[in-house]
């Protein structure tokens, strides 16, 4: 009986309960921080698809400006931010293929147009805002507005040709060209 016994200590197969414990605890230890350090990943992924997006729009405009002698007209019906008269992806005329004066029926032909990863919500602070205008000038001219999250980048705004500078703060306020 005493070979017996000898024989099941030698062929011990398993692990200890303390064994089982310290691997678990250093599994967590590793996840906690490779969930720390890839918590900004997101939202940089999420600003290099806004600046992706804006530079998609751009390309689209200008295609359009160069078949029609003008840019699109900026439509605006209902929207309130940051003021009327202007295109707003939270908008539902923002990418409506139907709607004559939404931006996504006059560039449909150049862009299916993208919305903000974050456009969902009653927040107006992830979005992209287009509006076109000859304000103060016999030129007409275009501006879009958008936010990043992780990325900072100072936007100085815009100067029309009349000296009105448009920089709303807190935001990236790029694309007029005067024609």
């Known amino acids: 009986m005493a ?7 030698s062929n011990k197969n398993g692990f ?5 414990l310290v691997v678990i605890s250093i599994i967590g230890v590793l996840s906690g921080v490779v969930l720390v350090a890839m918590a900004g990943f997101r939202e940089k992924a999420r600003d290099a698809r806004r600046q992706s997006d804006i530079t998609q729009i751009i390309k689209a405009l ?11 007209s900026s439509g605006g019906t209902g929207s309130v931010w940051p003021n009327t008269g202007w295109s707003n992806s939270r908008d ?14 006059q560039l449909k032909q150049y862009l ?3 919305k903000d990863p974050l ?4 927040s107006w602070a992830y979005s992209y805002s287009y509006y076109s205008n000859s304000y103060g000038c016999h030129r007409q001219w ?13 936007s100085p705004g815009i100067t029309a040709c009349n000296g009105t500078n448009f920089n709303y703060g807190g935001t990236i306020t790029i694309g007029m060209r005067q024609q």
């Open 142 to 154: 275009y501006m879009l507005v958008y936010v990043l999250e992780k990325t900072q980048m100072q």
């Open 112 to 114: 299916s147009l993208p």
């Open 16 to 20: 200890t309960l303390i064994e089982l």
């Open 3 to 9: 070979k017996f016994f000898a024989k099941l200590k």
């Open 119 to 122: 456009n969902s919500g009653a």
């Open 62 to 72: 200008e295609l359009y400006y160069a078949e029609n002698g003008q840019y699109p």
């Open 92 to 105: 539902a005329v923002w990418d409506s293929p139907t709607l004559t004066n939404s931006l996504g029926y």
